[in-house]
């Protein structure tokens, strides 16, 4: 990465951290291949692992602060589990020569187990989580499908035999479980993380999901001009698109005739409450002027014979 080019706040050494994981998949890229993320599409991390359309690495708020309570939670965990931890540094990539598109960056080793410790017997993978109050259900069983897949590809990385857990919910409570290595689930996921990989070799893209608008928009920003012979398959899909977009336009139909009674029957007043106690408000509001920036965009529009 060019110095000229990094953004603020980065430095030489995670600039090559961050590259270097364009060269593999790592932790966090595992529940994406699976169709477990909750954050990003398949088509998103191809698009990331060929840095196409790259947009600038700003990491949001909630991430700033997962990284800053990254170690009062591994202490907490220490003190809690009586376990000692060895922090490998947050720019430290491992990998296996069995899976030589595998790659993972330890939050923290379990490098040793307190007598009576059950048969834990170290070195461990321990993952580290911060999430919001809203999130807590989805931990009440351990950890959510996501993190589960995360662990177990570094299990598969590292070659541990289990892993834990730690947890800071909300900003006030923390929660901590192990996780057992499971072969069965290594292998079935090992080998969709190979399928992917191919799919980078071959610069051949996996499918669009409904959250690959801006994506798209990305990869391909301007039309060439050329005429491209669609295969049958999307005879079927442009029907289903016809379908839903009656669908659409039935259920747009419908709201706007809902909506127009109740504002009927509010009138001239401000607010409308029903038996039950929901109010519904229908209230003046001045929308600003202003004047939108010149910009060029494509736009699907279909024709028929």
Not at 56 to 67: C, D, K, Q, R
Not at 85 to 104: D, E, K, V
Not at 131 to 143: C, M, Q, R, V, Y
């Amino acid at each position: 990465m060019n110095t000229e080019t990094m953004p603020v706040g980065m430095t030489d050494e995670k600039a090559r951290w961050l590259e270097e994981r364009k060269s593999g998949i790592g932790g966090s890229d595992a529940p994406v291949i699976a169709g477990l993320s909750p954050y990003k599409t398949p088509l998103q991390l191809y698009c990331e692992k060929l840095g196409i359309g790259e947009q600038p690495n700003v990491a949001s708020e909630a991430a700033e602060w997962g990284i800053l309570l990254e170690d009062p939670v591994a202490q907490k965990y220490q003190r809690e589990t009586g376990r000692t931890l060895f922090y490998p540094g947050p720019f430290t990539i491992q990998r296996n020569p069995a899976y030589p598109f595998a790659l993972c960056t330890l939050d923290r080793k379990i490098v040793g187990t307190p007598e009576g410790d059950g048969s834990r017997t170290p070195p461990a993978v321990l993952q580290i989580k911060t999430t919001s109050a809203l999130h807590e259900e989805d931990w009440a069983e351990g950890p959510p499908p996501h993190v589960y897949c995360q662990v177990q590809h570094e299990m598969a990385v590292t070659g541990y035999a289990w892993a834990s857990v730690a947890v800071l919910i909300g900003g006030q409570k923390f929660r901590w479980c192990d996780v057992e290595r499971d072969n069965a689930y290594i292998e079935d996921l090992v080998a969709k993380e190979e399928t992917f990989w191919q799919r980078i070799i071959a610069l051949d893209p996996p499918p669009a999901e409904a959250g690959d608008r801006d994506t798209i928009a990305r990869m391909y920003p301007q039309d060439s001009g050329a005429i491209v012979e669609l295969s049958g398959e999307f005879l079927s899909l442009d029907e289903e698109l016809l379908v839903a977009k009656a669908q659409l336009s039935e259920c747009r139909t419908r709201v706007d005739l809902l909506e127009n009674r109740i504002k009927a029957a509010i009138g001239e007043a401000s607010t409308g409450i029903l038996p039950n106690g929901v109010k519904f408000t229908y209230k003046s509001q001045t929308r600003k002027e202003y004047v939108c920036a010149a910009s060029t965009f494509r736009v699907l529009r279909r024709s028929a014979k």
